[in-house]
């Protein structure tokens, strides 16, 4: 049985404070079981030597992430830093991180994965923070996963803040912040491992076409190239879109409280998945949150700052009905959810804190920059995979 306990605090500047504060509400002598790890989130702007030595306190490695919004049970808030632990006597638990990954190479990553899978009898579920890379979307990470070991179950986001840039972004491995590392926690045992797993996010029906008018015939990783056997810019204005003086479709961001996704059907039978698009290059290119492969079908989605919360917490709700005895929760949002809602909106987290409040349960809940989680194929047979505009959620 795998257990969970949260700690928290303002302080981010004061080490000795912050440490205090974080190891007596996690009360370790008391609720530490024989194997242990910790996710820590931190707020974008905290000072280094205070992640240090909260992580420099536990006595098990810890993985981390920056965000600009984190949650428990205890409380919510923007500039703060929770410490999850997880624990148990029974499921086998070991922390590993990768070398500095490298654009268009995979060994960084899947050798320091395979090390660490390695120190666990039947490895089955991974939860990780992995980095904010022009270079390596979230389905890098999720083809290597699912090239290892196609059983194991991906559960990660990826690290975020919200500078116009992200240049604050950074992972974190045992205190030491990193731009381009993947850490991660490996669990597993003898015993199958209880995690569930669910995704809130748009409906097919937000389409402005029908997913099987528009099939991808020319891409490479994170980009479209040709729809149709024609440049994507040509699909975009016969959907009704059109440039702007700069010949951009600036339009894809033009409103914060829509966005305007493609609906991405991989026809491998899997549910429908979301990307985001980030950018068109000078040549008409579009540069995705994730690969769309050749042969899939695609339509233009539109998201509503109307929806989200009320699609958070239809999920959710139904979740943690179906997930009533699990021993706790972790959810990931993506940051265009948040962003979409209106700048210092709290109506999702607040909805998340309500729903599993009635249920006495710990859970941590953070916005990221893109998020990875296993869906289900027609057969049943889960597969991993990235996601943008969604809100991820895993029980245990």
């Not at 969970?4 to 008391?30: G, H, R, W, Y």
């Not at 428990?72 to 997880?86: A, L, N, P, R």
């Not at 006597?89 to 070991?94: F, G, L, P, T, Y």
């Amino acid at each position: 049985m795998l257990k969970m306990f949260n700690a928290c605090t303002s302080e981010l500047d004061d080490p000795k404070v912050a440490v205090k504060e974080i190891t007596k509400q996690l009360n370790l002598e008391k609720n530490l079981l024989k194997n242990s790890a910790a996710i820590i989130t931190v707020y974008q702007d905290t000072d280094e030597e205070v992640i240090k030595a909260v992580a420099k306190s536990l006595p098990f490695d810890s993985i981390g992430m920056t965000t600009f919004m984190s949650a428990t049970e205890k409380k919510f808030d923007y500039m703060q830093i929770t410490v999850s632990v997880f624990t148990s006597d029974d499921v086998e638990i070991a922390v590993g991180c990768s070398d500095e990954i490298i654009a268009g190479s995979d060994k960084e990553f899947s050798d320091k994965l395979k090390g660490t899978l390695a120190k666990v009898k039947n490895p089955q579920v991974i939860l990780g923070a992995t980095p904010l890379l022009q270079y390596a979307s979230v389905d890098y990470y999720t083809r290597l996963v699912n090239q290892i070991d196609s059983k194991l179950s991906l559960f990660s986001l990826v690290a975020i803040d919200n500078t116009a840039d992200y240049r604050l972004s950074r992972t974190i491995f045992n205190g030491e912040k990193f731009i381009n590392r993947f850490p991660f926690i490996v669990l597993g045992g003898e015993k199958a491992l209880n995690f569930n797993f669910a995704i809130a996010t748009i409906s097919t029906e937000k389409a402005f076409k029908g997913l099987d008018e528009a099939i991808v015939t020319k891409s490479a990783s994170s980009q479209i190239i040709e729809v149709n056997d024609a440049p994507i810019g040509n699909y975009l204005h016969d959907v009704g879109f059109i440039k702007d003086m700069d010949e951009n479709f600036s339009w894809l961001n033009a409103n914060p409280s829509v966005a305007n996704p493609f609906i991405v059907d991989f026809k491998d039978g899997t549910p429908p998945a979301i990307r985001a698009i980030f950018a068109f290059t000078p040549d008409g290119t579009a540069i995705i949150g994730g690969d769309i492969p050749v042969g899939s079908n695609i339509a233009i989605g539109q998201f509503e700052s109307s929806e989200i919360v009320d699609i958070t917490k239809k999920t959710l709700t139904k979740f943690v009905e179906k997930n009533k005895n699990a021993n706790g929760f972790i959810l990931y949002s993506c940051c265009g959810r948040y962003y979409n809602l209106g700048f210092d909106s709290t109506e999702e987290v607040e909805a998340v804190k309500e729903i599993i409040a009635k249920t006495g349960k710990p859970f941590l809940f953070s916005y990221s920059g893109g998020e990875m989680c296993p869906v289900y194929n027609n057969e049943k047979e889960k597969f991993n995979r990235g996601h943008n505009y969604t809100c991820i959620m895993a029980a245990f």
